[in-house]
């Protein structure tokens, strides 16, 4: 993946998971410490599936076939953290 649209990508999904941990702070207790937990798994997850090294490949899948493309970790976060 081209690595201004990852970097475009990673800084949307960031803002989304930012948000809710801002919204978590507004919940009662146990909903705000469970939001916060599936931020921060997501946030771990999608570390484990960064792109790395001259081609850019996941560092958490197999080695891809054919060229280097988003893994589906974050294809799903694409499609659920970054749409408008
Ligand atoms: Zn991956």
């Given at each position: 993946m081209d690595e201004v649209l990852f970097r475009a990508l990673a800084e949307r999904v960031a803002g989304y998971l930012d948000g809710v941990d801002r919204l978590a702070t507004a919940q009662p207790w146990e909903a705000g410490r469970e939001l916060r937990r599936l931020a921060g798994a997501w946030r771990s997850l999608l570390g484990q599936h960064t792109p790395t090294g001259r081609k850019r490949r996941?560092?958490?899948?197999?080695a891809p076939r054919g060229s280097p493309a988003m893994c589906s970790v974050w294809r799903v976060a694409g499609a659920w953290f970054a749409r408008a």
């Amino acid at each position: 993946m081209d690595e201004v649209l990852f970097r475009a990508l990673a800084e949307r999904v960031a803002g989304y998971l930012d948000g809710v941990d801002r919204l978590a702070t507004a919940q009662p207790w146990e909903a705000g410490r469970e939001l916060r937990r599936l931020a921060g798994a997501w946030r771990s997850l999608l570390g484990q599936h960064t792109p790395t090294g001259r081609k850019r490949r996941c560092g958490g899948c197999p080695a891809p076939r054919g060229s280097p493309a988003m893994c589906s970790v974050w294809r799903v976060a694409g499609a659920w953290f970054a749409r408008a």
